[in-house]
């Protein structure tokens, strides 16, 4: 089998795909997240905090000179990304949660029982036969 045929088959397997699918919608959904953050969540805290905005927060450890940028730890966008990884982590959590109660569920239905075999029903309408008498 050549490499080319090899990898096709590799990556025409639905696992494949599926991955990645997962992959783009979750770097759709990791946009929104860190938009919903620095947009929508941080403005609150920042003006509850005192007019605070965050992507300003930082330390400088380095005053800047003539052509050389201030040195500075901005641990205020830290924070922002350290919330969108929070929000990210409990979505993904909770759809894990829902797809294991899902699973348990399916688990947890009995099958069905077999079917007798032909011999019994044959069996069983004899015995039937049999007690009528």
């Not at 609150?44 to 005053?63: H, M, Q, R, Y």
């Amino acid at each position: 089998m050549s490499m080319m045929s090899e990898f096709k088959s590799f990556a025409m397997r639905g696992n494949v795909v599926d991955m990645a699918v997962g992959i783009v919608i979750g770097g759709a959904f990791g946009k929104i997240v860190s938009s919903f953050v620095a947009d929508v969540l941080m403005p609150p805290i920042g003006l509850a905090l005192g007019n605070v905005d965050f992507s300003d927060l930082a330390i400088t450890l380095k005053e800047a000179t003539e052509g050389v940028a201030a040195v500075t730890l901005r641990y205020g966008i830290f924070l922002q990304t350290v919330i969108d990884f929070l929000i990210i982590a409990f979505a993904i959590f909770m759809v894990i949660k829902a797809m294991n109660s899902v699973m348990k569920k399916e688990e947890e239905a009995p099958p069905p029982p077999p079917k007798p075999s032909k011999e019994e029903e044959l069996l069983t309408e004899i015995r039937d036969a049999l007690r009528s008498r």
